[in-house]
């Protein structure tokens, strides 16, 4: 210690003092990067797993045969994920707009077949951990939605479509003229 003026100067411990300014920026970058990376991903759920033919040939065929598309698909970023089964696809695109691409023409045209297998395919984005929370609280919202309107409709004996439009009423009865 040193005497100044008669008082005695303390000098601080030697610590590291922490920045909050950079590891804020890094948190920032990081999170900038991986969503720049999971918006070139598509993960596809209900994809049929099969021992004879590699995952990214079945999804050629799936793509080019049903969706009339042709993705530039490299065989290293197409994995299965998960433990459950059918596992979870994951397949990294050339970029963002091949991976919107493709997550039109999945949604425009396979929800359109006839065949009920392919209607239980889907793809989606791939969402971090906080968005994929709000989507099932999203769908959770949109199911209960569904199911109250039937319930609410069901103590007069009748099941209304929620999405349907009453018919103007006269006098006489139900006018269908509108």
Not at 131 to 150: D, M, P, S, T, Y
Not at 156 to 175: C, I, K, Y
Request: proline share 7%; glycine share 4%; charged share 25%.
């Amino acid at each position: 210690m040193q005497k100044v003026d008669g008082l005695p100067t303390v000098r601080p411990p030697s610590a590291t003092i922490v920045q909050p300014i950079a590891s804020t920026s890094h948190t920032v970058s990081a999170a900038t990067r991986d969503q720049q990376r999971r918006e070139r991903n598509i993960i596809i759920s209900g994809f049929p797993e099969s021992e004879q033919i590699p995952d990214v040939e079945s999804l050629r065929e799936l793509c080019e045969c049903h969706l009339n598309y042709k993705p530039w698909l490299d065989d290293s970023k197409c994995q299965m994920i998960g433990k459950s089964s059918p596992r979870l696809l994951r397949v990294t695109l050339a970029s963002e707009q091949a991976a919107a691409e493709l997550l039109f023409a999945a949604k425009t045209r396979l929800s359109k077949s006839n065949d009920s297998s392919l209607r239980r395919i889907y793809f989606n984005r791939d969402l971090n951990p906080a968005e994929a929370e709000q989507a099932c609280l999203i769908r959770k919202e949109r199911r209960e939605g569904r199911q109250g309107a039937v319930v609410n409709n069901a103590d007069d004996g009748s099941v209304l479509n929620p999405l349907a439009q009453p018919f103007p009423t006269t006098s006489e009865g139900p006018s269908r003229s509108a």
